[in-house]
RNA sequence: GGAGAGAUGGCUGAGUGGUCGAAAGCGCUCGCCUCGAAAGCGAGUGGGUGGGUAGCCCCCGCCCCGUGAGUUCGAAUCUCACUCUCUCCGCCA
């Protein structure tokens, strides 16, 4: 969420940013029209509401004076009425501007390039280039389902499409790649870490930015308010919420494992095959609160961190920044560490490293005294994943593939596999 | 699921329908004292928001005592609904 009185000063810095995203910018002046008519009849009213204030506190007096107050309680009944009845205009036209806010994406930051979708966004480094097989590489599904560890069939007779049963040492992977993840930010990069409820309410969604704008994308409870966490950024972020923070709290880990969510509506037909694109998916999720002026290095740092498990892993990854017209919704400045894989023949998504700056904070309302006694401002949040385990477990299967149809088990994995160093049939 | 108790400022904890935004204590900040510290003493310490002035340095107002409705000239105080916490019973991973 935007702060409205930065969006009534300088609209067109609003407008500009929305551009930049490929995005309307007729709300914003609705915006302002809606938010001047609000301040119109607050300040109406409180004029009335003052005047009650004063004439019940005379009428207090009054009868303490055993006087008369018949008159002024008659025409404070009046009075009364009018208040009421422009409360609930005032409430109306709240809800109007609080549902644009809501609406509105962050501002990119301006280091972020101009682009209007994906195509455009700007690839920033490389790790390692990708091995060369001398034999015809396998796609994931199709090594799992060889080996026995990855079975799509009776997952679906379980559940339906997008889901997957992992079994051994297949499941095992999943396991030792969790157990890595987190060991690896808690020990070597400072996170700490928690395990989360995944069902959260409405007032978690709206906080982390999910709601209400994307609510097709998430799996709902029937008859509760609990959504199933499409990311541990929406738990972990509103750990937080509606409290104010030292400023020596600052800055604040976290690293979360959690299942992930996802209705994936409107992406019937893509990634059907496979680990990429689950309703249910495993992920290691790292989430900071800093202090504003830090948040962009905290970044760079938060990128690094998820970059490690990949180079750890051997997984040769590309990290890419996106343009504006692919930053997200609730993100200042995004990006994706994406893992070289063999069978899409590119690089994919496996992280995601985002600055919110404010955006996130000032909805959940998080905020620090920047020192003892000083007026609360809201934190800046991030998150990224680090990483996610379905997509390293397909990356891990396709880049350590035999010729044999074999799997080799990355040597840093290899003390949470028991020792094992090979999947074979 | 049944019965009961409760929800007040960073924390603990008072509170009669009428100067209660709220006593007191703790904590915190500043000052005095001290070579320094502690103790002691003194002062100050909530969050929003609208307007004035202009950018939170001030001034005026409005709102906030779990949330939302209601009664009243006036509600932290009365009524209703909801949420959460605690205790007991039942059920249960």
Redesign the pocket.
Known sequence: MLD??KIRENPELVKDSLTRRGEDTGIVDTLILHDEER?RL??E???L??R??????E??EM?RKGQD?KG??LE??Q??ERI?EMDNAI?QIERKVNDILLSIPNIPHESVPYGKDESENVEVRRWEEPESFDFEPKPHWEIGANLGILDFERAAKISGARFTVFRGAGARLCRALIAFMIDLHTSEHGYTEVYPPVLVNTESMIGTGQLPKFAEDMFKCEGTDYYLAPTAEVPVTNLYRDE?LSHDDLPIYHVAYTPCFRAEAGSAGRDTRGLIRQHQFDKVELVKFVKPETSYDELEKLVNNAEEVLKRLGLPYRVVMMCTGDVGFTAAKKYDPEVWMPSYGKYVEISSCSNFEDFQARRANI?YRPR??A???YVHTLNGSGVAIGRTVAAILENYQEADGSVVIPEALRPYMGGLERIEA
Do not use: C, D, L
């Open positions: 409205i009185k301040r607050v300040y009213v409180e004029k509401k003052q009650r204030n004063e004439v019940s506190n009428i207090a009868k107050t002024a309680i404070m009944r009075v009364g009421k409430r104010i905020r003892p006694g007026k609360p401002e």
